[in-house]
């Protein structure tokens, strides 16, 4: 690309809404934008969707390129690859940003393969270098254990996803002025080659771990699936989900739906509350983002406890009935 | 059908957070002492992934990796697992690349080994955990993909795949040859049996360069690192320490109250 200015971000929708990751997005964009002096644009792939264009320009946006097409009308790779593509080709900007979800994690690789750009994934902070003016890319890697700072010297666009949560969106401002251009789709049905012929939802007992602001968490110390239960009680009367370790999937004692860490969900809750597990590299991965984090384990020297707030040293069947019916008690006040 | 699955040497990830050091100069982790690196989590699941269609179909199943003479264990313990061979692209310096870079020697090495219908990756490496590997390839190769899977099976002659998403899953259909990409909730990897130790120890790993496959790293690769470094938490725990569990506990619940955090 010849000459790669401004900045745009890649807005996903659900139930014709803007998702929390894109305000997020035009956020952080925003900020990026005004460092450089440059653009903000966003990419609107879906169905009927123009009206939703001010609402991008009320949270950011400098200008809106709207592809509405019948097919885009969910998310298919195949489909919004090939839009995406195509729009960045002729507008060819500088940086271009996606959320690390469904669509991001696998859209982002795609298309940084045919635009020929650079991507760090999963990203927690991005900056403009104010020497070089490129994009400083900042990611955990090694399950959290370390942060990666990355760029991408001459390739473009330099792509990122960001983590969601970990950007801030602006204050919506509806007087806010920008432009929408509509854009053609260009594609039709055939380029669909991964079709989706069923989607199943899934129905999942109580609070999902992803939206939880409370996640009581058992490890292998549990001991049985029999003795789980009492990590859904407490579970309950804090109106939390209950999460588990890969130890304690691996051997039944709860279902790998349930899984927090690197392989399992990656989570942000208020209060964790982590029970008989020791934190290893892979479970931290996936709870450190917690605000609070509450660790019960008979062994002392437990690395939980490194990275907890507030902990009890002592066997979890004597602290959770206690405990249980003290947070039933205060819960009632 | 002809399956290749990519898999990736990685230090543990169920080591103690303790042993987890880093070399901020050489931008690169150091190894932990007497810690056994063992492949990336993922990749153990997407050989399993294959050896369930080779348990169902005919399939001949190929383990490929990129990485440096030790890499050549992973390739033994997919062996063990009852994949039937194995090809090592040897890269001392495969721990510099990026995702573009790795994407694009596998990508060489596939082509190499030819005649495909089925490439199977993990969703992500237990180290870098980019997630990018699996896609760029399938991009490079121009074939179809389908990610996070949790089901790979056969109908008719097409693959049919179950990707996982947010609340459930998609049921998707491709044609091959495709690539997919392989998530934990396809179930747990089948361990090595002593009959597939051995077996795997008389089969001849094919050990390739870079050259040998023609793959032009420096062309390839996108991105730089430029730093690594641990972020530093400035936590202090409040043990609590009554003098009864039962009085520790109920005074958990309290400070929590009273830091409103419940």
Not at chain 1, 203 to 229: C, D, N, P, Y
Request: hydrophobic share 45%; net charge negative; proline share 4%.
């Amino acid at each position: 690309m010849a000459e790669c200015k401004g900045v745009m971000i890649c807005a996903e929708l659900a139930d014709k809404k803007l998702c929390a990751i894109t305000t997020e997005l035009l956020g952080i964009g925003r900020i990026l934008a005004d460092d450089l002096g440059e653009e903000l644009s966003v990419l609107l792939m879906g169905s009927e969707v123009n009206a939703l264009s001010q609402e991008h320009i009320a949270c950011g946006a400098d200008k809106v390129y709207v592809v509405d097409d019948p097919l885009l009308e969910s998310f298919n790779s195949d489909a919004y690859t090939e839009v995406a593509a195509n729009i960045c080709r002729q507008v060819s900007p500088s940086i271009m940003l996606l959320g690390q979800t469904d669509m991001g994690r696998d859209l982002a690789p795609r298309l940084a393969a045919r635009l020929g750009g650079g991507l760090a994934m999963d990203c927690i902070d991005l900056s403009i270098d104010p020497e070089t003016k490129l994009m400083l890319q900042t990611r955990p890697v090694f399950g959290g254990n370390a942060n990666a700072e990355m760029i991408t010297r001459n390739a473009r666009p330099q792509m990122a996803t960001i983590r969601p949560k970990t950007m801030s969106a602006l204050e919506k401002d509806d007087s806010r002025q920008g432009e929408v251009v509509a854009m053609e789709a260009g594609v039709d049905s055939s380029i669909i080659k991964a079709r989706i012929i069923e989607t199943v939802q899934e129905e999942i007992e109580g609070i999902k771990l992803e939206e939880a602001e409370v996640i009581v968490t058992g490890g292998r110390g549990i001991g049985s699936a029999e003795a789980f239960e009492i990590v859904r009680e407490l579970a309950n009367v804090l109106s939390a989900a209950t999460g588990a370790t890969r130890a304690a999937c691996d051997e039944g004692m709860a279902p790998a739906t349930i899984q927090v860490g690197q392989t399992g969900k990656i989570v942000g809750p208020n209060l964790y509350i982590a029970i008989a597990l020791s934190g290893a590299v892979q479970h931290l991965a996936g709870c450190s983002g917690s605000k609070h984090i509450v660790a019960i384990n008979t062994d002392p020297d437990a690395h939980i406890f490194k990275v907890s707030e507030f902990g009890i040293v002592a066997d979890y069947k004597e602290v959770l009935p206690p405990l249980i019916e003290k947070c039933k008690a205060l819960m009632a006040e | 059908m002809n399956i290749i699955v990519c898999i990736k040497q990685v230090p543990d990830p169920e080591i103690p957070p303790v042993k987890f050091q880093i070399d901020p100069e050489g931008k690169k982790v150091i190894p932990p002492d007497g810690v056994t690196p063992v492949i990336s989590v993922f990749d153990e699941r997407a050989v399993e992934a294959a050896l369930k269609l080779k348990d169902k179909y005919k399939a001949k199943v190929t383990a490929l990796t990129l990485g440096p003479d030790s890499a050549k264990a992973v390739i033994r313990h997919a062996l063990a697992m009852g994949v039937d061979a194995g090809v090592h692209i040897q890269y001392e310096a495969a721990g510099e690349l990026d995702s573009f870079g790795t994407a694009h020697v596998l990508m060489k090495a596939i082509e190499k080994i030819g005649d495909y219908s089925l490439v199977l990756c993990g969703r992500q490496a237990a180290d870098w955990d980019a997630g990018q590997v699996g896609l760029l390839i399938a991009e490079n190769l121009g074939i179809p993909v389908v990610t996070v899977a949790k089901k790979v099976d056969l109908q008719d002659d097409k693959l049919r795949v179950e990707s996982v998403i947010q609340d459930g899953y998609h049921v998707m259909e491709v044609s091959m040859p495709a690539l997919v990409t392989v998530s934990s909730e396809i179930g747990l990897s089948r361990l090595p049996t002593g009959i597939g130790i051995v077996k795997a120890a008389r089969v001849k790993i094919e050990n390739l360069s870079v050259e040998d496959i023609g793959a032009d790293i420096p062309e390839a690769r996108c991105t730089e690192l430029i730093k690594l470094y641990v972020p530093v938490r400035d936590i202090q725990c409040q043990i609590i320490e009554a003098d009864t569990v039962q009085e520790s506990a109920e005074e958990l619940a309290v400070r929590l109250r009273e830091a409103k955090i419940i």
